[in-house]
């Protein structure tokens, strides 16, 4: 089992930055892919980001040069850089990792699936 662990959340104001950690633990070399998604009231979870154990990396068009998805491998950490925040951002967000298939797209449900706690991040003046 994998357990994942998000913090940085928090109120900051439209322009902002923020950076947010999500720390695994546990069974770490069963997968091989982690990533952010983020929900908001009434709507979807969305995939943001994800990153590879190689290091490659993967947005979604409506956070692609604005949000960085970075990690450190030897602690097992990922991390969310998120710049010019808009109040559209608004949203729980959700660390996870998995087993990605190969030779699917990238947005194809991971095997294995685990989920952080979530952490809210506001945006608002």
């Known amino acids: 089992q994998v357990q994942l662990v998000e913090s940085g959340g928090g109120l900051v104001q439209p322009g902002g930055s923020l950076r947010l950690t999500c720390t695994a633990s546990?069974?770490?070399?069963?997968?091989?892919?982690m990533g952010w998604y983020r929900q908001a009231p009434g709507k979807e979870r969305e995939l943001l980001a994800r990153i590879s154990n190689s290091g490659s990396t993967m947005y979604d068009d409506s956070v692609k040069g604005r949000f960085t998805i970075s990690r450190d491998s030897a602690k097992n950490t990922v991390f969310l850089q998120m710049n010019s925040l808009k109040p559209e951002d608004t949203a729980v967000y959700y660390c996870?990792?998995?087993?990605?298939?190969?030779?699917?797209?990238?947005?194809?449900?991971?095997?294995?699936?685990?989920w952080g706690q979530g952490t809210l991040v506001t945006v608002s003046s």
């Open positions: 546990g069974s770490t070399f069963t997968t091989n892919v």
């Open positions: 996870n990792a998995g087993v990605a298939r190969q030779g699917l797209n990238w947005r194809a449900p991971l095997v294995l699936n685990y």
